[in-house]
């Protein structure tokens, strides 16, 4: 057990120190992550061997990415999505994550068995494994450029929803798939039963969950245990909803949704409200950077042995699927145009729950080496060949239009803090007596020159990018909001206030925080 916990916190911290350059370069660390995992699993390297086989292990992987993992990464990004988002977005993220997702499934399983010669059953699991996507690489390489936060809404909801019924769809391949096929129609009704009611549970016990937990907050103001309440959900909706035969992803995503938005509103505080958002941030990093890590050592296993012109055709295939579902179910929605289509289209990743599906596949199951190899050779080319892709094609399709401002600022705010250091530094120097005063007032005319172009470039972007102002108003908001709160704990530190009064100042200040972190700047 204590060789087994060395092992983790060794692992834990080649993530961090990975994750730790790439958000210092500026580089999507779920895709440094993974290449470094697989250069670390080719390599051999004695002292990390025992750490590469304890990874590699498939009831480890598998567990440590659903029963681990998974219930975290759904619970967090439900817990911080605004109810109001998916609503408003709710036609492209249904029409992606349930025509398309089926779309994708039909597509696959077909060309699985006329294309790359699988028997029906592995070719509809194989299937099954590709419908699940991964954005997590692709958001975060949104965040860094600006896009706009609907593209980025409507990715995240897509992946929410579509994990589930790719779930959904795997345990009906592998278990249930040839029984109802053989009974012809019939066995189409039954199928379509089976997915309801497995979707259906899920959505059943993540509400009643929720809804339990959310009114246990009316009774507490204690965020550390409020935090407990949110990890007990998460996971005990997974594991009730999997006891019981149904949907655990779904579970899991449904009662996220209803605790961040229900819960929050009728039994947090502020302080609770932005504790749990810590608490949540930290766990999805840990888990996110662990989890890609691993998903790098897995793919190092990858034993071709022949088999590299399957892979091959296998990307293409999942590339093909993945076209025709983006585009086919979006036909008849509106307001999305063909850039975002084509975003849509290529960053829709394969990652680790498409792993950790193919490695919970029995034994016994026909052709599951086929499966495993088709499985990490896609999701290599998905995470590193489209995850360093989508940057350029971003750039290439205009989408991320505000990065070009943004950039801009950034070099005239560069440009105005030199000039202004420059001159402070002036100033000490003709104030000490180590400058000439008409030297001084020459060097000084000059960066006042420079620092005035710079600040009248400023105020023509702010009238051509008006999202700048708004973006800078809510931070400045927010860093006031800060000093406000630093103000009254100095205040109290001193004596000056109560402790009833400093509290009830503190909570006002969270509260209007907490309702600045949560308004999204409008959208274009």
Known sequence: MEAQFELILVLLALA???????????????IALVIVGAVVGLLDVPALDELKDFVVEDEIFRFAIISLFLPTLLGEATLKLPFAHLRENKGPILALALGGTLISYVVVGFLGMYGLGLPMEVAFVFAALMAATDPVSVISIFKSMGV????????????????????????????????????????????????????????????????????????????????????ILFYSSFFIAEHFHVSGVIAVVVAGLIYGNY?????????????????????????????????????????????????????VIVLLARSLSVYGSLLVTKNISWAWKHVFNWGGLRGSLSIALALSLPHSFAGREDVLVLAFGVVLFSLVGQGITIKPLLNGLGVNKTHEHHTAYEQLIARIERCQAGRRALTDLRDKGMMSAKNYEELDDEYRRKLEQALHLLEQLYVKCPELQVEQRRAAQQIALYAEHDAIDRLAAQHVLSDAVAEDERRRILDLLERDLEEEPSQA
Request: charged letters at 15%; a neutral charge; aromatic letters at 8%.
């Open 16 to 30: 961090a120190g990975v994750t730790a350059v790439s958000k210092k370069l500026g580089y999507p660390y779920p």
């Open 148 to 231: 706009d936060h609907r593209l980025a809404t409507i990715m995240e909801g897509e992946s929410l929803v579509n994990d589930g019924v790719a779930v959904v769809l795997f345990k009906i391949s592998h278990l249930s798939l040839a029984a109802y096929l053989a009974a012809g129609v019939s066995g189409l009704g039954l199928g379509l039963l089976e997915f309801a009611k497995v979707s259906a549970g899920g959505v059943l016990i993540g509400a009643a969950l929720a809804f339990l937990f959310s009114q246990l907050t009316k009774l507490f103001d204690d965020y550390p245990l409020e935090i407990l309440f949110s990890m």
């Open 263 to 315: 819960g929050a509103k009728v039994g947090m505080s502020p302080t609770t409200k932005l504790n749990l958002r810590t608490f949540w941030d930290v766990a999805a990093l840990i888990a996110n950077s662990l989890v890609f890590l691993m998903v790098g050592l897995e793919i190092a296993r990858i034993d071709l042995n022949g088999r590299l012109h399957l892979v091959l055709l296998a990307i």
